[in-house]
């Protein structure tokens, strides 16, 4: 019981003779690791089908990080981290057929804000290693969807539409290794590379731009808005919420997980206090 309360004092006493409060800031890219299947991109002719599946991740992007932590000793400390990922519009799922004038798409970028609470380890030489958990804290992803797609011999009909997914809060893993290289006592530059797994379940998905109107086949208007925001076709609703069963009950539906694992490379300042 001594051996064990002399410890403990002897930890408390480094922690306050060494306490250590930084925050560093920092920019970079993710890549999409691993990827996984984001939709299909299908190519039909008069005599072929071919579909080619579309690889990624919506955690792919630009990041902006902003981390908080303190070391208790020389080496060890906790580090939260507070990241935002801009990500780039990526293809989900395409359909083209020239011959039958049809030709859709989805597209999809990601806005996200992270927050990962961390055990850091640094290293006498200045390599320094980091392990924690990570959420989703906000952020959405905006879909842009375009469908055209024949309504009789002479005319066709071509869909915009807009709208935003939000996801449940997940839960996932990170950890990062990386170099900090020390400008004088206080201010220091680094670079790491940081592997993020964490998966988000859709929760609500949310039209906020939508119009349906009809063509004749030389490309001409021929009839404008034949569906909108305030008057939407059968079968869709303006707002749609997503759980792990369903029914027919209009504004529901099946949630399904999207991928947002990455590998972020980033670069900063350090500044100690």
Do not use: C, W
């Not at 959420?135 to 055209?148: A, E, L, M, S, W």
Request: proline share 3%.
């Amino acid at each position: 019981m001594r051996k064990t309360l002399f410890l403990a004092a002897a930890i408390i006493v480094a922690a306050q003779s060494f306490g250590q409060l930084y925050v560093t800031a920092g920019t970079g890219y993710s890549l999409a690791m691993p990827e996984s299947v984001l939709g299909t991109s299908t190519v039909q002719t008069p005599s072929s089908t071919t579909k080619t599946n579309n690889y990624g991740s919506l955690g792919t992007g630009m990041n902006y990080k902003l981390n908080l932590g303190y070391f208790f000793t020389k080496n060890l400390g906790v580090d939260l981290g507070f990241t935002l990922l801009k990500g780039p519009k990526q293809l989900m799922e395409s359909h083209l057929y020239e011959v039958a004038r049809v030709d859709a798409s989805s597209n999809a970028t990601a806005t996200a804000i992270g927050f990962a609470p961390s055990l850091v380890y640094k290293m006498d030489n200045g390599l320094y290693g980091r392990i924690g958990l990570a959420t989703k804290i906000g952020g959405q992803t905006d879909v842009d969807v375009y469908n055209k797609s024949p309504r009789d011999a002479n005319t066709y009909s071509v869909t915009t539409a807009k709208a935003v997914v939000n996801g449940k809060i997940p839960l996932g893993l990170t950890s990062a290794l990386g170099y900090s290289y020390a400008i004088n006592d206080q201010l220091s530059i680094f670079g790491e590379a940081e592997i993020l797994s964490i998966n988000v379940k859709r929760d609500k998905l949310t039209y906020s731009e939508f119009d349906t109107s009809i063509y004749l086949n030389d490309g001409t208007l021929a009839m404008a808005g034949v569906y909108s925001i305030d008057n939407l076709p059968p079968g869709y609703t303006k707002t749609t919420s997503f759980g792990e069963t369903y029914t027919n009950e209009e504004g529901t539906g099946l949630t399904s997980v999207s991928n947002y694992s990455s590998l972020g490379l980033s670069v900063g300042i350090s500044y100690s206090f």
